[in-house]
């Protein structure tokens, strides 16, 4: 019964949204407001987003006055080059779209300048609680305002090609609830290393990841303000835990993603984003051209044995560009309708991304897996499910460097080891101390 009426009064919130505010009284279906939207989406998620405009503008849209016009951008670079000159006020710079998607580090220098909307001016505390908190919040930036409005999220998942490691337990006897901590995975690495014959057992498609998700989950962060710090006895845990099997061989560090190697056999499990479920085959093609069927499975993000239960999400959302009272309202009708739960799921069905609202998760999904025929996805999307219910989320923060930082620690990282298991390979003497100062002199 008490969901019965959570159901019932999320959707008379969402009707009041969408018919009940006053400021409909600006809009005239006899002369509709037009709006641009700009995003980057490709493949099903285009396809799919298609669909929903066209269904957009048939029925809300045509009822209240509202089109909603598409211009799909081919990739996220060059929507990001078009966003900077408009930014920037760049001659020649494309005119500004009505709405369009992005990344919260993105809205900043949109903000910064009054260019873009708060949508707490347009969401009541009442429709904002339909949502998953931390993914509102994660659109939040400067001066607290809510810029960025989630339309689709992921986080970070343990892929394990099972039928490997199933067949590497049978012959010794490992563990498999070693999976659930990096301690274990690293204690795995070097078992598999031993028993294949020097094929490595794990990867993180984000080594940056691996350490700022791993010190929230530690409760301490590897940012300082604005800046990494690399300092302390949990970053100095966080890197020893991985150093042993990285030099000795049990981990690959690779200039890639792990996916392309979990096709070739090269890879027993690894750490990725949600959304790359898609890359993973049910198949290996080995170096001499055989071919095996195998199975993979999805299990929750691992956490350090002292460590909670904390993962990383992510994801782009929705922006609404500063321009009349009437663009504004129009744009956030649109932005209320497609984020709800009923078009949210039609959206994500085909990925590997992650609804945004509360009742998505807590009601729909249980019966949209039932109906999946993409076993891949249904996986993923079951494991995402119970993170839901037993991890808390965390949000990188947002200010201007934060990608630079983030790619020169990437880069930094790889160099690091990478050095050092070429000294160990080559009979020298490799020091914890000396790498750990090595990585912290970045």
Partial sequence: MRRVLQCIL????????????SNKSLLDPKDPVTLTMWHNYGGDMQATMDILIDEFNSTIGKEQGIVI????????????????????????????????TGYPKEAIKFQEKGMLVDLDDYFTKEELELYVESFVEEGRIADGGLYVFPIAKSTEVLYVNQTLFDRFVTATGADPALLETFEGIAQLSLMYYNYSGGKQFYAADSWFNFSE????????????????????ENYEYIFNTIYTPAVEGGVIIYDGYSSDLSKTGDLVCSTGSSAGILFYGDTITYNDGTVENVE??????????????????????????????????????????????????????????LPVTKKAFEEDMIDHLENLEDVRIKKMLTSVLAMYEEYSFFTAPNYSSFD???????????SVLSDARYEYLAGKEVSF??????????
């Fill in 10 to 21: 999320s959707v008379g919130v969402m009707l009041i949204a969408l018919c009940g505010c």
């Fill in 69 to 100: 016009n598409v211009t799909t951008i081919s990739s996220s670079a060059e929507l990001n080059k078009s966003l900077d000159m408009i930014a920037n006020g760049d001659p020649g710079a494309p005119e500004m779209p009505d709405i369009f």
């Fill in 213 to 232: 998700v791993g010190m929230a989950q530690l409760n301490d962060s590897i940012f300082d303000g604005e800046a990494l710090s690399l300092e302390g």
């Fill in 296 to 353: 993979y499975n999805i299990l929750s993000y691992p956490t350090f044995e002292n460590g909670s239960n904390v993962a990383l999400q992510r994801g782009g959302g929705l922006m609404v560009s500063k321009s009349d009272e009437k663009s504004e309202y129009a744009a956030s009708v649109f932005v209320k309708w497609i984020t709800a739960s009923t078009q949210n799921m039609k959206f994500i069905e085909k990925t590997g991304y």
């Fill in 404 to 414: 630079d930082d983030s790619d020169e620690y990437e880069e930094h990282f790889k």
């Fill in 433 to 442: 101390a000396d790498v750990l100062s090595n990585m912290r002199r970045k």
